[in-house]
Nanobody, 117 residues
Framework: QVQLQESGPGLVEPSQALSLTCTVSGGSITANYYAWSWIRQPPGKGLEWMGVIGYDGSTYYNPSLKRRSSISRDTSKNQFSLQLSSVTPEDTAVYYC?????????WGQGTQVTVSS
């Protein structure tokens, strides 16, 4: 059974970079044809897909966030990470990692990130 767990700071100051890591257990992030996404949900709003990294390391981003987003991976640790630069209070959200690109079959529990000084 694949499990995902997000980790990272819960509080980030405006203009700084947000960095989150998703640790995957029970399956390899390099397994053929799987993709691994970051998704967020701001308070009172719907889910927003942020970007994905494929089993082959290829990446794709939500065009609205592409300029500030970077997704990478550490295959030795079976982890993938999100960096979001120049954050503002509008980036306050629960951040999720999930398996999939458009449909998601496994989710982490989510981690709250608040952008505030």
């Amino acid at each position: 059974q694949v499990q995902l767990q997000e980790s990272g700071p819960g509080l980030v100051e405006p203009s700084q970079a947000l960095s989150l890591t998703c640790t995957v257990s029970g399956g390899s992030i390099t397994a053929n044809y799987y993709a691994w996404s970051w998704i967020r949900q701001p308070p009172g709003k719907g889910l927003e897909w942020m970007g994905v990294i494929g089993y082959d390391g290829s990446t794709y981003y939500n065009p609205s966030l592409k300029r500030r987003s970077s997704i990478s991976r550490d295959t030795s640790k079976n982890q993938f990470s999100l960096q979001l630069s120049s954050v503002t209070p509008e980036d306050t959200a629960v951040y999720y990692c999930a398996r999939g690109k458009s449909g998601f079959d496994c989710w982490g529990q989510g981690t709250q990130v608040t952008v505030s000084s």
